[in-house]
């Protein structure tokens, strides 16, 4: 064979080979990266809540396409929009997102007043009193057992299911732990949380509705709100009020770019009580629900860039429809 022929035929089997390598380790991400997101040959029923005003439409809008763009063909959303102060307009653009999937999407805007409470005991953290509807949710949504809440400022990247069929019947809610516990400590001891060991995070929440009605726990929240001043939204009332009667779950179901981003990978593996992967990335690429709590995704200091980018993919969206 000609030398020249031979060194051809060489160059291109490497070649060859490099790239097949090439395909298989994608292939094997790929696979790794979707192994989680199993989808049932059944239908399944999925009931989710956001809270909104007209400042935070489209944010919601965006945490609503998300979900429905990555959820199980069989999986069905119900979603419940509890809505203070939004426009016609605010409305009509909400219900656009059915036609994403018309069969298996529903959407109900349940129009509220803002909720009769002591808000100036908030001080401080008057920004966020919209969120103060969220423990009023059993009695809003009186008709249901269970339900997932989610802030505004989240994108979801896996279907729900595997989230809201969670176990909850003996607690009030599944949670996330947040890093507040440990950045925090004196605010922990003085709300005495330091004797249970965590604080959650209540921009994602599995709630038993059903056992918070029979332990008339609305009654409660807003009796600490009567007689407690300068807590931090409705965050702090439900940390201390749930007390016990919590379930913690994955970070992957809330995961809170803020800690990931500019806290030691090798401790928050030991605050979660799970192995993370070495690649920041890859940790949001395997979690369900990003939440972009502290600064977010659309101001134009945000950073790291593919978590902006993640977001605006779908905002991108919002505004085509």
């Not at 969120?131 to 009023?136: E, Q």
């Not at 269970?146 to 176990?167: C, E, P």
């Not at 593996?269 to 990003?290: A, D, V």
Request: hydrophobic share 40%.
């Amino acid at each position: 064979m000609n030398r020249k022929i031979f060194y051809i035929i060489t160059v291109v089997l490497v070649f060859a080979i490099l790239v097949m390598a090439y395909l298989l380790s994608k292939s094997v991400d790929s696979k790794e990266n979707n192994k989680e997101q199993v989808c049932s040959l059944n239908q399944t029923q999925v009931n989710i809540v956001l809270i909104t005003d007209s400042r935070y439409t489209t944010p919601t809008m965006i945490s609503m396409l998300s979900a429905i763009e990555n959820k199980c063909p069989n999986s069905i959303y119900n979603y419940y929009i509890v809505a203070e102060n939004i426009t016609s307009q605010d409305k009509d653009n909400i219900l656009k997102l059915k036609s994403l999937s018309p069969q298996t999407v529903n959407i109900n805007i349940i129009n509220q007043e803002e909720p009769d409470l002591p808000f100036e005991n908030m001080q401080r953290f008057l920004q966020y009193k919209v969120g103060m509807h969220k423990i009023f949710l059993p009695n809003v949504l009186s008709n249901l057992d269970k339900v997932i809440y989610m802030d505004g400022d989240t994108v979801v990247l896996k279907d729900l299911s595997q989230l809201y069929n969670i176990d909850v019947e003996n607690v009030y809610a599944a949670v996330v732990k947040d890093g507040i516990f440990y950045r925090f400590p004196k605010e922990m001891k003085e709300m005495g949380l330091d004797k249970r060991g965590f604080y959650f995070n209540s921009g994602v929440m599995l709630y038993n509705l059903n056992l918070q009605r029979q332990d008339d726990i609305v009654t409660k929240l807003v009796e600490y709100i009567k007689t407690h001043d300068d807590f931090y939204g409705d965050q702090d009332v439900l940390n201390v009020v749930f007390g016990d009667k919590l379930k913690l779950i994955s970070y992957r179901y809330n995961c809170i770019s803020t800690f990931f981003e500019e806290d030691d990978l090798a401790f928050l593996s030991s605050y979660f009580g799970e192995k993370l992967p070495k690649q920041k990335n890859k940790i949001y690429e395997k979690s369900t629900i990003i939440h972009y709590a502290g600064d977010k995704p659309w101001q134009n200091t945000y950073s790291p860039l593919y978590l902006k980018e993640i977001w605006y993919k779908y905002y991108n969206k919002v505004r085509m429809l």
